[in-house]
T-cell receptor
Framework: DQQVKQNSPSLSVQEGRISILNCDYTNSMFDYFLWYKKYPAEGPTFLISISSIKDKNEDGRFTVFLNKSAKHLSLHIVPSQPGDSAVYFC??????????FGPGTRLSVLP | EAQVTQNPRYLITVTGKKLTVTCSQNMNHEYMSWYRQDPGLGLRQIYYSMNVEVTDKGDVPEGYKVSRKEKRNFPLILESPSPNQTSLYFC????????????????FGAGSRLTVL
């Protein structure tokens, strides 16, 4: 039974528009919520995170929103750029060091 | 340059032939872990280590072994590989609270693609 779901396996967005990636979870016992980005033939790289006591965190073009009551996490990228094309994983952190990852969403930003 | 290094990057082997995937980090991180990535399943944790000589099972440890004799190294051992262990493997390391929100942030290696025939 997957604790973390990313229901859109893929997403295509026009350059300059907003990309919204979603993540839903079933367990409330997470302390932090993170997003990682992965390019082909590379390891995932950290993008942005939010603690469970916040509902929004912003870093440049990237904003993460957390709705704890709905057990829903989202990543907004605006404006989207072709270099943002990658697979995005949400990662939920519990018990200090143990991460649970979602299955990933492949984002394609079209020029 | 701060990094996690895995070797080999690509390997094709046969059922039952023991193999080791090495992992080394140069950031003096206490925590290291191994993940496998499979289509539709994301990254699943195999084993992790909180520090030297301290290891524990993750979500999918069957068929794997690890050791942590030195802080920088965390090899993954497949004693008798089987075709269901064909996967993309990632090693990662972290120190507590290194993210901007206070979260631990994992630094990943580039991955090792293993095929077991």
């Amino acid at each position: 039974d997957q604790q973390v779901k990313q229901n859109s396996p893929s997403l295509s967005v026009q350059e300059g528009r907003i990309s919204i990636l979603n993540c839903d979870y079933t367990n409330s016992m997470f302390d932090y919520f993170l997003w990682y980005k992965k390019y082909p033939a590379e390891g995932p790289t950290f993008l942005i995170s939010i603690s469970s006591i916040k509902d929004k965190n912003e870093d440049g073009r990237f904003t993460v929103f957390l709705n704890k009551s709905a057990k829903h996490l989202s990543l907004h990228i605006v404006p989207s750029q072709p270099g943002d094309s990658a697979v995005y994983f949400c990662a939920l952190l519990k018990h200090g060091q143990n991460f649970v990852f979602g299955p990933g969403t492949r984002l394609s930003v079209l020029p | 340059e701060a990094q996690v290094t895995q070797n080999p990057r690509y390997l094709i082997t046969v059922t039952g032939k023991k193999l080791t995937v090495t992992c080394s980090q140069n950031m003096n991180h206490e925590y290291m872990s191994w993940y496998r990535q499979d289509p539709g399943l994301g990254l699943r944790q195999i084993y992790y280590s909180m520090n030297v000589e301290v290891t524990d099972k993750g979500d999918v440890p069957e068929g794997y072994k690890v050791s942590r004799k030195e802080k920088r190294n965390f090899p993954l051992i497949l004693e008798s590989p089987s075709p269901n262990q064909t996967s993309l493997y990632f090693c990662a390391s972290s120190s507590p609270g290194t993210g901007t929100s206070g979260a631990n942030v994992l630094t990943f290696g580039a991955g090792s693609r293993l095929t077991v025939l």
